[in-house]
């Protein structure tokens, strides 16, 4: 039962949060710029090739159909997340991906697997609050936790963002120790 409930809960939060994230907007950009090493310009450009990407994947019946995938782009940089019926499914969405403007590079990281649940989807995001809870943790000169994006996908842990690669193995070491964390993939740039 209290599996149930914190698992409601995590849903629950993740739907007020997009209500948040829509309300706010603009605005939530702005307020996120102050910690985000990128510019403003790079924050709006990775939002644009995000719904430039859903675009595409609406657009091509033959690829959504056939898959759950995920996408986000940090500084220009996209990561493929979730699952596909097979290789050329994924294969095929990553290159389309590669010929938006702007796009430096794709992560393709869709596995080949039948989609996953919903309870499979309310785990990744309980796991990605706690990953964001143990990021508080981490006592470093300089270090700010608002500066790694976390995606979470079938148990694995992406980290994103512009950090040092002293900070990149305090974070890697921090989250791979937390419960439910099946694996660790760095995207990171380093400055």
């Given amino acids: ?100 403007q702007r796009v430096e590079r794709v992560h393709n990281e869709v596995l080949v697997s039948p989609s996953g649940t919903l309870l499979d989807q309310t785990n990744d995001a309980y796991l990605t609050a706690k990953v964001k809870l143990e990021l508080l943790r981490i006592d470093a000169k300089g270090f700010d936790p608002t500066r790694v994006k976390v995606v979470t996908s079938q148990g694995t842990v992406f980290l994103m963002g512009i950090i040092s690669q002293q900070e990149a193995h305090q974070v890697a070491e921090k989250v791979r120790f937390v419960t439910g964390v099946k694996r660790v993939v760095k995207v990171f740039e380093y400055y």
Avoid: W
């Fill in 1 to 100: 039962m209290r599996a149930i409930f914190l698992m409601a809960l995590v849903l629950l939060m993740s739907q007020l949060l997009g209500c948040t994230t829509a309300v706010v907007g603009g605005a939530a950009t702005g307020v996120a710029a102050v910690h985000d090493r990128r510019t403003v310009p790079t924050m709006l450009e990775d939002q644009a090739i995000e719904i430039k990407a859903l675009k595409l994947l609406m657009d091509h019946p033959e690829i959504s159909k056939r898959s759950n995938i995920s996408i986000t782009s940090y500084n220009l940089k996209v990561l493929l997340t979730g699952e596909a019926d097979t290789q050329e499914v994924s294969d095929h969405f990553a290159r389309l991906v590669s010929n938006i």
